[in-house]
């Protein structure tokens, strides 16, 4: 692969703004570098559902080798502060940004990954699979943009999802279901000093629910957490309504039901010995998925990470990805370590030696013959 041209292609595309819903510019230019390579691309009209301009991108390129294609994936958008970004390129060969943005590894170090892997393979007549690619949109939303894309375009039944930080090597294999939740309380109002039995304290009901929730981590499958909770006019007035908000995470979907039916039970037993009314909304962002370790795409990973000398790391992860979408799919996937560090931050930093090693590790998926 070419190591210059794999850093400023880097370079080039953290300089690109694209938050979530706004990746207009750099799908441009991730279009024409994928017709340029060979790829038949197309774009959807996923955006549209968000009132943003960018659909989902996906491509195609017929290989020479026997097989079913491949599936190559990362996201375009990036969390914010996004707006400016520049890389900067250390002595030592970090990759930072100035400090006042995040750098965008998430996920541009994926996006470079795959288009060095197959541009290089083309330029040394390497064969390699047929290989499909789907960079999707507001991945960092939960997935909006590809829980919208039209599956019966992919002819895959594998994919390698680049978009995992730590040490390239690590590997997700399972990763849980996410589910939001809001509680709003509607109580009565009423003077604080004056009349308080009159009213229906509505923080009071929430806080009694609260209280009577594991909050944490519930088991190893498991995390469940309350972030938001606002209500409440003045201190002289009993609340009269008051929102709560939340998510739990687990491995085990059946699980992660079951205990949003009993937080659920909780906040509506609390309303009701109130005498208070109850609002409830749920939101399943994402659905746990588990692919077998032992399996051929895990088998086909360890493999690619031996021939670029280093041993495969299979781990859980409690985030979810776009790979969680593609399960749903039933394609078999994971999700890749691509040398990017503290992500969702502006502390986060990319190594050179690791882009070239997380490339390396594609190309070695792309060419694999089993």
């Known amino acids: 692969m070419n190591r210059d041209r794999l850093i400023e292609e880097f370079i080039e595309l953290v300089a690109i703004d694209a938050p979530s819903f706004g990746e207009r510019k750099m799908a441009d230019c991730l279009m024409q570098k994928l017709t340029e390579i060979g790829f038949t691309v197309s774009e959807d009209e996923a955006g549209r559902a968000f009132g943003s301009d960018c659909g989902n991108l996906y491509g195609y390129l017929e290989g020479e080798l026997e097989g079913e294609p491949l599936l190559f994936s990362a996201h375009m958008d990036t969390v914010p502060p996004a707006h400016g970004k520049r890389a900067i390129l250390n002595e030592d060969g970090r990759i930072t940004s100035a400090g006042d943005t995040v750098l965008g ?18 330029e040394e007549k390497i064969p390699h699979r047929s290989i499909e690619v789907l960079f999707p949109i507001a991945e960092e939303t939960y997935a ?8 019966t375009q992919i002819r895959s039944k594998e994919a390698y999802v680049l978009d995992l930080d730590g040490k390239v090597g690590r590997v997700a294999y399972t990763a849980p279901s996410i589910i939001s939740f809001t509680a709003v309380i509607h109580g009565k109002a009423s003077h604080a000093g004056f009349a308080p039995e009159a009213g229906i304290h509505s923080i009071a009901i929430a806080a009694g629910a609260i209280s009577k929730m594991k909050l944490g981590r519930v088991d190893e499958d498991t995390t469940v957490n309350v972030g938001k909770i606002e209500g409440g006019k003045a201190t002289n007035i009993i609340p009269e309504s008051c929102r709560v908000e939340g998510e739990l995470r687990s491995f085990r979907h059946e699980k992660a039901l079951d205990l949003l039916q009993e937080i659920k039970r909780l906040f509506t037993q609390e309303a009701e010995n109130a005498g208070a009314m109850l ?92």
């Open 144 to 151: 909006n943009g590809s829980n919208l894309f039209d599956y």
């Open 105 to 122: 590894a998430d996920d541009v170090a994926g996006l470079v990954a795959i288009l060095e892997s197959v541009r290089s393979l083309r």
């Open 279 to 370: 609002e409830w909304k749920e939101d399943i962002t994402c659905t746990a998925y588990e692919t077998d370790p032992r399996g051929l795409t895990a088998r086909r990973y360890a493999r690619a990470c031996e021939a670029a000398g280093i041993v495969p790391e299979f781990v859980k992860t409690l985030g979810g990805s776009d790979c969680n979408v593609f399960a749903t799919k039933q394609i078999t996937g994971l999700v890749l370590s691509n040398a990017m560090n503290q992500v969702h931050s502006c502390n986060e930093y990319t190594e050179v030696d690791e882009l070239i090693l997380s490339t390396q590790i594609v190309r070695n998926l792309m060419t694999s013959r089993e």
